[in-house]
């Protein structure tokens, strides 16, 4: 930061007559380095210059020239050191008020974080209340229900009775014309009888009565029940309402996870500063070590005064014992010693205060130490916490993650009389994620975690998948692979074009971003070791791409199906891979990585098809292993970045393949079919995972069932002949995004001894 600023300003020369500046100690951090220096400012050059300064004296003997340079000189350095003190405090006034906003930004996450959880709980409580009140009211529903059948079944009870009374009736009509015929006989049987029929005229009335109310219960059972079915339509508005701001509140959470994420970011701008504090320090450090020099040096020559003065003092009494005649010459050097004196008088005060002002900057600097330790500690932890958030972020986006990417138009694609046979959804629910296809009319969805149209740049692709690669410098083992059909742009994607630096691939730019934080990271005491391999899998068969002892027969033996060397893959406990003598190569910087991936790209099977003019036959296996220690924390981390580039997936009637082709082909498309056996017996959650069905899914099995961190890029062409291509790819890449493994986990163990010995 010093060396920003100061390269950037205009030099100014130096003139040090009527320079003064303010000592007043309730002054307040100057906003501009050098305010009360006079407006001088100091270059690197400038100072070592003052350093390199030697005074020049046309007489040595002449001590007044002496103590003038001297005290000149002395006024310089102090203005230097006056100037560095006030640049100093500017700095420590900027990391408090950017330590300040660092602490505001993150108590306004926290307090977003505590509002949305109450808010969130506040919902709950409220569609708790709700279920109970709706499930209260369906009970409510179902008893008058019952109470209507019930009320249903009397009243036809009732009319059943009706009918049987008016029959009795008729009955006893005929029975009464029978009785006026037998009058004289029957008069006390009549009598009976009519008193008879007025009791049942009285139960008739009584019965109408009782169906009269029973209607008007029904009326009402009716009108509660209509009340009922408004009550419900009402929850069911509430609860849609309910529905939206829950809706509302998730988007309200994900812009704090946006700020969450934007404070990350300027937390590792302070960090930047902090370092760039640190050499500032180193450089006062460097700067106070001269000034202690010159003290010295200025010591030895007051010293060199002192003998010289008694050299004139003795060379005086010589003369008064010569030259008794020449006391006028006498009497006026004794003036001049006096004079001598009173300058060394001077001398010796302004080297006092010098000294003074040695121990002021030798406490100023131990202060700054401890400031600088404390600064370590919070840098320290403030790592820890990133590195915790980092992965907390990660999960909590998705056990295994699918990006779909689109490939532009090539001059050699088709054109659809249909139009566009791609699309992606503008919704704010598939914006970004989204892509339809259209086939034969009917059109097809997809949604992805990430959907990259033709037009998106390598930095963009990279830019999504940095947070994983800066997990396997976290300790997490992390797996991306690239699936489709030829020609769709994988190896592109994964590997670029060679000689275009803005077209590189996710290969080369993992590696530049693992370096460039290795070195960012030496401050912190983190130390990195890395190891390369690189193989492919053809036809089944595992070839080492690294090996240096390969001959010309060995890989027309291997590419015939019988290879030279047999590879056997074996996982241990911890969830590691090993291939047996596969090499493994150190690396200490991005470029002996290019040389290596040049040396594979040669190695590496391609052959012409339809589909493509080069295309790659074998399944391409990129392995980094990184292992870490920090010494002051005793930290120990080991992680693996493993880059896939999987061979294209075609059916034989589009690829044209015959005789070796065809037999690349079968075997490729049989390992693809294993891999997505794999995938699914995931998905399903089986007991029995055939994973030893080819040596891809074998290989890969850490990576799909286990612990690791894991990422698949589906690339499509947007050629309308390879629409049925691209469409199975879409539909497997779906499932693939269905499926769900275990929650990563941080290799922190140290290595074992027989690390190496396990790879050969």
């Not at 040595?60 to 100037?83: A, G, P, S, V």
């Amino acid at each position: 930061m010093v060396g920003t600023a100061t390269n950037g300003r205009a030099r100014q020369a130096f003139s040090y007559v009527n320079v003064g500046y303010d000592m007043s100690p309730g002054s307040a951090p100057a906003s501009n380095a050098g305010s009360e220096c006079g407006g001088i400012e100091f270059t690197r050059e400038d100072v070592e210059a003052l350093l390199r300064e030697k005074p020049k004296r046309r007489d040595k003997f002449n001590l007044k020239e002496k103590c003038d340079i001297l005290t000149e000189y002395i006024k310089r350095l102090k203005l230097c050191i006056k100037w560095f003190q006030e640049l100093e405090a500017t700095y420590v006034f900027e990391q408090e008020k950017l330590q300040n906003r660092l602490d505001k930004a993150e108590l306004r996450c926290f307090e977003t974080e505590s509002l949305l959880k109450d808010k969130e709980e506040e919902l709950n409580s409220i569609i708790q209340e709700l279920r109970k009140n709706y499930s209260s009211l369906q009970e409510k529903f179902e008893q008058e229900e019952c109470d209507k059948l019930s009320a249903m079944d009397s009243l036809t009870k009732e009319r059943q009775a009706r009918l049987d009374i008016e029959r009795s009736q008729n009955t006893l009509s005929e029975e009464l014309g029978r009785a006026q015929r037998e009058l004289s006989s029957a008069n006390q049987k009549i009598s009976s009888l009519n008193d008879m029929y007025k009791r049942l005229q009285d139960y008739i009335a009584s019965l109408q009565q009782y169906n009269s109310k029973l209607h008007t219960d029904l009326s009402t059972v009716e009108d509660d029940l209509k009340r009922v079915e408004k009550e419900k339509a009402g929850m069911g508005e509430n609860l849609s309402m309910l529905r939206g701001q829950l809706t509302m509140c998730k988007a309200s959470h994900d812009e704090a996870v946006k700020q969450r994420d934007a404070l990350v970011n300027e937390a590792a701008s302070l960090k930047m500063e902090l370092q760039q504090v640190r050499d500032d320090r180193d450089r006062l450090l460097l700067q106070v070590q001269s000034l202690t020099a010159e003290v010295v040096q200025y010591k030895e020559s007051t010293q060199n005064s002192c003998s010289e003065l008694d050299n004139l003092t003795t060379k005086t009494n010589e003369l008064e014992d010569k030259c008794l005649s020449q006391s006028n010459e006498i009497s006026t050097l004794k003036d001049q010693l006096t004079t001598a004196l009173e300058k060394l008088q001077v001398s010796d005060l302004s080297a006092l205060e010098t000294r003074s002002e040695y121990e002021e900057q030798k406490k100023l600097i131990s202060e700054l130490q401890s400031r600088l330790a404390d600064a370590e500690f919070k840098v320290i932890e403030g790592e820890m916490l990133r590195k915790k958030l980092h992965n907390t972020i990660l999960e909590l986006k998705g056990n295994i993650r699918v990006f779909c990417r689109v490939r532009p138009l090539l001059p050699d694609d088709g054109l659809c009389a249909d139009g566009k046979v791609i699309s992606y959804p503008t919704s704010m629910e598939a914006f970004g994620r989204g892509i339809d296809l259209v086939q034969t009319g009917q059109k097809h969805s997809f949604t992805f975690d990430k959907v990259f149209v033709p037009d998106a740049s390598q930095e963009d692709v990279f830019e999504e998948i940095s947070q994983l690669v800066q997990s396997a410098l976290d300790g997490y083992k992390v797996c991306i692979f690239a699936y489709g059909q030829t020609g769709s742009g994988k190896t592109y994607t994964m590997m670029g074009k060679p000689g275009q630096p803005e077209q590189k691939g996710l290969i080369p730019r993992s590696l530049e971003q693992i370096f460039q934080t290795r070195q960012s990271l030496l401050a912190q005491g983190w130390k990195y070791e890395m190891q390369v391999s690189m193989l492919e899998i053809y036809n089944e068969t595992i070839r080492d791409l690294l090996s240096t002892n390969r001959s010309s027969m060995d890989i027309s033996r291997t590419e015939n199906g019988v290879g030279s060397k047999q590879y056997t893959i074996k996982h241990d406990a911890s969830g590691n891979t090993h291939v047996s003598d596969l090499t493994i190569v150190d690396v200490r910087s991005a470029k002996e990585v290019s040389y290596l991936l040049d040396r594979a790209a040669q190695s590496r099977s391609v052959g012409k098809t339809q589909m493509n003019e080069k295309s790659s036959r074998s399944h391409f296996v990129f392995t980094l292993r990184i292992s870490g220690v920090n010494e002051s924390t005793e930290q120990q981390v080991q992680g693996v970045l493993n880059l896939i580039d999987l061979a294209g997936s075609e059916r034989l009637s589009k690829s044209g393949s015959t005789g070796d082709r065809l037999k690349e082909t079968q075997a490729i498309n049989k390992s693809l079919s294993s891999l997505s056996d794999v995938i699914f017996a995931l998905a399903k959650k089986e007991d029995h995972v055939p994973f030893r069905n080819s040596k891809l899914t074998y290989l890969l099995q850490p990576c799909l069932g286990g612990d690791s961190k894991t990422l698949m890029f589906v690339n499509i062409s947007p050629d309308p002949s390879s629409l049925g291509e691209s469409l199975c790819s879409l539909r497997f890449a779906s499932r693939v995004n269905a499926c769900e493994i275990g929650t990563p986990r941080r290799q922190t163990n140290p290595r074992s001894p027989d690390y190496r010995l396990s790879y050969g």
